[in-house]
């Protein structure tokens, strides 16, 4: 539970109290390889805060294709808003995948926004992550725009050094939009 | 609906007193098209015109991030540099259109949301209104093609072309003017 805290506080200062109420709604769990932390309706109703492994969000498009939005590794909280998002004519869904086993501490949002209404730290808690959030998907999106796939490659390299040896080459090339050929041909020029 | 209240409680319901203390902070301006926001310590809640959202790379490169419509709120949340700053990471906002808003310092409703209970809940489905939006345009990005793309935003805006230049709908939809202008081609002629 110590070092759900010092995640917490790195994303926004609550008090003891606040965290003891927060803390009897947290529930820790694994999860194995492949297993899906948010998928079916009753998930949507779930936070997570990761401490241990990597998990992807995927956007699933109406013929089935996957994109991973984002990878998430420790420290890491996350909470789907909504589970599929109708763009118009595009209806897209959402889920979260374990790429590797994974620790979280699960809790019920409901019941946390419940805890919340009172008490301002735990709102700006709240406040702080979807911040966090905005600036890391606004970030995800500039780097689509504006850098190129070896470029966005390298990013990723600098953010997770060691992503190689955490997840499978063709679920780094998802999250790259490239293909695992394209992939295979950038990692051999960057490292022959 | 051009009332403060009715397009925050499009977001949030605040009560009598919120509203008069957040219309404490605002006033109502009146911008030219082209202006650049200024992007210090300002929100914004657009009442009427377009303004869009930009990111910068090192190079200089401009790249339209979002398009603002009516009721859009929007600031500038300090850059942040989460992959170790080697994404282009300066965001600016400025107008498309004339545009009509109401400005405010965001420090100052940073103060007020301290206080009012509502005003924060009202700031967080605000966020989470901008993170849908960033969300979409992210899915529109990597499972469109440019075709897809630009038809995306036909059916968003089905009169886009008379409201912003064609450049910034290519830099939105990621293309270059010279796609853009095929594809354009291609949807039109063949109808």
Redesign the interface.
Known sequence: MENIKSILNRVEPISDDSFNELSKLLIKKTYPKKSFLIKKLKDFDKFFILIDGIARSVTIDQYGDKNTRSLLHQPSIFVSLKNNIQNQNHIFSIEFECLTEVTVYEGNFKQFKKIAANRIDLIKLYTSALEVNMLYLIEKNAMNSHLNATERYLCLKKEIPNIENLIQLNQIANYLNITPIQFSRIRKKIYS | MNNLRDILSHYHPVSEESIAKFSQIVVRKKYKNKTELNNKDKFYILIDGFARSS?F?DNG?R?T?NILNKYSVFTS?KP?S???N????E?KFDCLTDVTLYEGSYSKFLELI?KY?DL??L??KI??A???L???????????DAAGRYL?LK??YPDIENIIKLNDIASYI?VTPIQLSRIRKMLFSSQ
């Open positions: 990111t790379d490169n790249k991030g949340i942040l989460l992959n170790n080697c994404c282009p990471q965001i301290k209970h924060s809940l700031y967080n966020l989470e901008g993170i849908r960033v969300i979409n345009k992210g899915y529109m990005l990597v499972h469109l995306h059916n968003l990621n």
